[in-house]
């Protein structure tokens, strides 16, 4: 069936170095797609998300590219932080809020 | 804390027995949903309600697994006849309609021994 996934398992960063994790997805019909944050015994966390009608986004220290020619999906984060180190997950969304996530990306952040 | 509040933290349990998870969006929030997580992996969709209207569900949920939200307000998840497969992370989101961020409780780990 259609699924989302992601590239690599582990990532890791050195402290005020951008960091790029990768998503590939292949439901061509989702509405939007969406970046969540998983940190140890918490529930996910919205980071952002972009209409499947845009190919780029930006928020603070983030910024997310769409590119539907070749589904694939990519988080940019700005001078990475240690309180960035967490799993990330890439998502897929339909009109009525349905989520289907990726397997995620452990970001580690080294000083 | 993002203001859905999921009871209990965690739940250790005899297979066979019967469990129930309670999930208390954040009120003014009309979309709610039910996850699972499995160490390691992403969570997966369970259901969703507008409401009190329950309006999907996936075909992980056997008919072992029923969820409610009588009033709109909270929802309830419970677990017949668990199996040690049951065990996992179960996250409730919470979201208006119309709205692309769900906000996610820390969740109730199950654990079936």
């Known amino acids: 069936g259609e699924s989302v996934g992601l590239h690599l398992p582990t990532l890791s960063v050195q402290e005020g170095d951008n960091s790029i994790i990768n998503c590939a997805y292949s439901n061509s019909a989702s509405d939007y797609f969406i970046w969540y944050k998983q940190e140890s015994g918490k529930g996910p966390q919205f980071i952002i998300d972009i209409r499947s009608n845009m190919d780029k986004r930006q928020g603070q220290r983030v910024t997310v590219l769409l590119n539907k020619t070749v589904k694939h999906l990519s988080l940019q984060i700005a001078a990475t932080q240690p309180g960035d180190s967490a799993v990330y997950f890439c998502?897929?969304?339909?009109?009525?809020?349905?989520?289907?996530f990726g397997a995620g990306t452990q970001v580690v952040v080294t000083p | 804390d993002t203001g859905v509040s999921q009871n209990p933290r965690h739940k250790i349990t005899k297979r066979g027995q019967n469990v129930t998870f309670r999930c208390d969006p954040i009120s003014e929030h009309n979309r709610l949903y039910w996850y699972r997580q499995t160490l390691g992996q992403g969570p997966e969709f369970l259901t969703y309600?507008?409401?009190?209207?329950?309006?999907?569900k996936s075909r992980l949920l056997s008919d072992r697994f029923s969820a409610e939200r009588p009033k709109g307000s909270f929802s309830t998840l419970e677990i017949q006849r668990t199996e040690q497969g049951d065990s996992a992370m179960y996250l409730c989101?919470?979201?208006?309609?119309?709205?692309?961020?769900?906000?996610f409780g820390q969740g109730t780990r199950l654990t079936v021994v």
């Open positions: 998502a897929e969304g339909d009109s009525w809020g349905k989520f289907q």
């Open positions: 989101a919470s979201s208006l309609r119309g709205e692309t961020e769900a906000f």
């Open positions: 309600f507008q409401n009190e209207a329950q309006l999907e």
